[in-house]
């Protein structure tokens, strides 16, 4: 079975702090991807990465970072100084096959100045 | 360029209605997916369209179903609505290159049955 967790439910840090969200995934599919979106209160899901199973190089952009590890199942993201336009809903997904996307619960970061 | 769009932003409905929302894909992309996201909840996969055929279905009664028309663009229709199915209804566009498998969300339809 397919299975996304993100065991933070919500996060509070105060601005310019760095702050880790976690996201655990099982999948006995060998070729997978993995996602991260945001969810401002707006509602619209944005995309911020895409990673795939046999890419485990980690990624920086800007502020965000990722780990992917492949040995503990788990793909982390990582906001570096933080900022209030950071507070939002984030997920973790996964993807397997058919375009079928399998959610994480979120967490809920805010992000107070 | 438009990203996905869906109509209506917004919906009230009774219980025991049936309802129809729309969507449509980014220029080009085939393939069409649904969500449904309960509110403080991650989005759950409904279906999912590719070139008018239906590809994949959540575990979802048989009051949902979906369409693909020609030009892509998708409707969800769900009848007989219970409280539970308040929700916000999500649509998402990719093009199905395997090697680019990015969904793109819209905005959502707010459902709200009362």
């Known amino acids: 079975a397919q299975k996304v967790t993100q065991a933070q439910t919500e996060i509070s840090v105060v601005e310019k702090e760095d702050v880790t969200l976690d996201c655990v995934y099982e999948?006995?599919?060998?070729?997978?991807?993995l996602f991260w979106y945001k969810q401002p209160p707006s509602g619209e899901l944005v995309f911020l990465i895409r990673?795939?199973?046999?890419?485990?190089q980690n990624e920086i952009s800007g502020r965000y970072s990722w780990n992917f590890q492949k040995s503990t199942s788990s793909f982390n993201f990582t906001i570096t100084a933080s900022q209030v336009v950071d507070s939002a809903v984030y997920f973790c997904?996964?993807?397997?096959?058919?375009?079928?996307?399998?959610f994480g619960p979120g967490t809920s970061l805010s992000v107070i100045p | 360029d438009a990203g996905v769009t869906q109509s209506p932003t917004h919906l009230i409905k009774t219980r025991g209605q049936q309802v129809t929302l729309r969507c449509s894909p980014i220029?080009?992309?085939?393939?069409v997916s649904w969500y449904q996201q309960v509110l403080g909840q991650g989005p759950q996969f409904i279906f999912q369209?590719?070139?008018?055929?239906?590809?994949g279905r959540g575990n979802f009664p048989d009051r949902f179903s979906a369409r693909q028309f020609p030009n892509y663009s998708s409707e969800l229709n769900v009848n007989a609505l219970l409280l539970g199915d308040s929700a916000l209804y999500l649509c998402?566009?990719?093009?199905?290159?395997?090697?680019?498998?990015?969904?793109?969300f819209g905005p959502g339809t707010r459902l709200t049955v009362l």
């Open positions: 998402a566009s990719s093009s199905r290159d395997y090697s680019y498998n990015e969904q793109f």
């Open positions: 999948t006995r599919d060998t070729t997978y991807y």
């Open positions: 990673r795939n199973s046999f890419d485990e």
């Open positions: 997904a996964l993807k397997t096959s058919y375009d079928k996307v399998i």
């Open positions: 220029s080009g992309h085939k393939s």
């Open positions: 369209y590719y070139e008018k055929e239906e590809r």
